[in-house]
């Protein structure tokens, strides 16, 4: 069975801080997908980046970047110098396959203050 | 940008009754889905489609709940009797683009459709 946890339920941070939301996951399968997902106040599911399990080396995008370690089964999501509008729901998500279900973290809330 | 759209945006419905929600994939996806979202829980997967028929389902989707894909666009879920505990934000999402190359698998999810049953 597959499971991911998102260990942290709530963060707050001032803006133009940096902020490391974690990711740690669990799946039998050698082949899988991650992702991420953020869910702003009104409430749609914006995706944010998708990693093969073959592929690990990090990215990175604008603000965003994404950390991906076998090793300790972990997919953590740094965005630098936040904002306001980075405030929201983030979701990591994990798949055994292209087009299979994806299996959804708790969520972290990050909530970024002027 | 082609993005999935759903209807209604709120449902409002006596326990007992049938609902059904309806959503319209990105064109040339081959993957449906149908997720939701128990306020303030997080994303429970419900059931995909591929190919006409449902390919995959968790242990949520029981009898009482369907799919179809009656036409070339749209894909909707029924629920049969509505039940309180169906009160939840229900998220469309599509995926597998045929025509992208390479292959993309990501899964773009639709606005939802936010049902409540009194």
């Known amino acids: 069975a597959q499971k991911v946890t998102q260990a942290q339920t709530e963060i707050s941070v001032v803006e133009k801080e940096d902020v490391t939301l974690d990711c740690v996951y669990e799946?039998?399968?050698?082949?899988?997908?991650l992702f991420w997902y953020k869910q702003p106040p009104s409430g749609e599911l914006v995706f944010l980046i998708r990693?093969?399990?073959?592929?690990?080396q990090n990215e990175i995008s604008g603000r965003y970047s994404w950390n991906f370690q076998k090793s300790t089964s972990s997919f953590n999501f740094t965005i630098t110098a936040s904002q306001v509008v980075d405030s929201a729901v983030y979701f990591c998500?994990?798949?055994?396959?292209?087009?299979?279900?994806?299996?959804f973290g708790g969520g972290t809330r990050l909530m970024v203050k002027p | 940008e082609p993005e999935v759209t759903q209807t209604p945006s709120h449902q409002v419905t006596q326990m007992g009754q049938e609902v059904i929600l309806r959503c319209v994939p990105i064109?040339?996806?081959?993957?449906f889905y149908w997720y939701r979202q128990i306020l303030g829980q997080k994303v429970e997967f419900l059931v995909s489609?591929?190919?006409?028929?449902?390919?995959?389902k968790s242990e949520i989707f029981d009898d009482q709940f369907s799919v179809e894909r009656p036409d070339g666009s749209n894909f909707t879920l029924k629920i049969r009797s509505t039940k309180l505990e169906d009160s939840a934000m229900y998220f469309c999402?599509?995926?597998?683009?045929?025509?992208?190359?390479?292959?993309?698998?990501?899964?773009?999810f639709g606005p939802g459709t936010r049902l409540t049953v009194t």
């Open positions: 998500a994990l798949s055994s396959d292209a087009g299979n279900m994806l299996t």
């Open positions: 064109s040339n996806h081959l993957y």
């Open positions: 990693r093969n399990s073959f592929d690990e």
């Open positions: 489609f591929y190919n006409n028929e449902i390919s995959e």
């Open positions: 799946t039998r399968d050698t082949t899988y997908y």
């Open positions: 999402a599509s995926s597998w683009d045929r025509d992208a190359i390479p292959p993309n698998y990501e899964q773009y």
